[in-house]
């Protein structure tokens, strides 16, 4: 038996029916004017309740397989298995970052996130839980292969992943997911998004180049440190 759809680590990709649906669920979740279910899904993308429950198994995988869907946007650049040097490094790091960013500013991610933190105090909501599985945790799965070969090739240095991956996710995204939570107009971060992208892996470069010291982790600044060594 084939896998339903959004079953695999990192989603599987859907044929192209699968992914109208797929669609038909994001417009659902983004105009917000009819709740998401089996059966609007089914009528907005005009297929069968049977199909849809065949391919996602319900509703939380009808949800997963559609926030999957949509992170699918963001995509690194494959790694070589030679010749991974600076250049290829920016490159990776660099087309990952203006995907995010591309990602992130649109108006189907800044609806699921509204929608995610709606759902957050509801003891049976789950769209917050699919959400972070398949937002920053599988953005981080995606972008270490980049920064492990970065490391491997002596290209930059850092001491634990998640806090490295931590700064890339800092340096790109910063406040901009909080602004467009509250309100403000996309149009403006998606017009410099080249140059955001470009600054913050030329500064994520800077911090982890191999002559430099690991970065500490977070919360922990060099005072507190020589306090702990003493004690």
């Known amino acids: 038996m084939s896998a339903r759809v959004g079953e695999e680590a990192d989603g599987g990709e859907p044929n192209a029916r699968q992914r109208d649906v797929l669609d038909a669920a994001l417009s659902l979740l983004v105009e917000g004017r009819v709740a998401l279910t089996m059966a609007s899904v089914a009528d907005r993308a005009s297929c069968s309740k049977e199909t849809l429950y065949k391919w ?67 003891a049976a909501g789950t769209l917050g839980r699919i959400v972070l599985n398949n937002g920053p945790l599988a953005m981080r799965h995606r972008l270490m292969p980049v920064l492990e070969a970065g490391r491997s090739a002596g290209l930059i240095r850092f001491d634990d992943g998640e806090n490295a991956f931590r700064t890339f996710f800092g340096l790109v995204v910063g406040d901009l997911q909080i602004r467009l939570l509250l309100g403000e107009a996309a149009v403006a971060a998606r017009r410099t998004i080249a140059e955001d992208a470009a600054r913050a892996v030329d500064q994520f470069l800077a911090l982890h180049e191999p002559g430099r010291p690991a970065a500490m982790p977070r919360g922990i600044g060099p005072e507190t440190a020589q306090q702990r060594k003493e004690t």
């Open 56 to 122: 996602f198994g319900g509703r939380d995988g009808l949800l997963t397989a559609t926030v999957r869907w949509q992170a699918a946007k963001v995509r690194a650049v494959p790694v070589p298995a030679e010749g991974f040097d600076a250049g290829s490094l920016r490159e990776s790091l660099g087309h990952f970052a203006r995907d995010w960013l591309e990602t992130i500013t649109g108006v189907t991610s800044v609806a699921l996130n509204r929608l995610a933190i709606g759902e957050a105090s509801d």
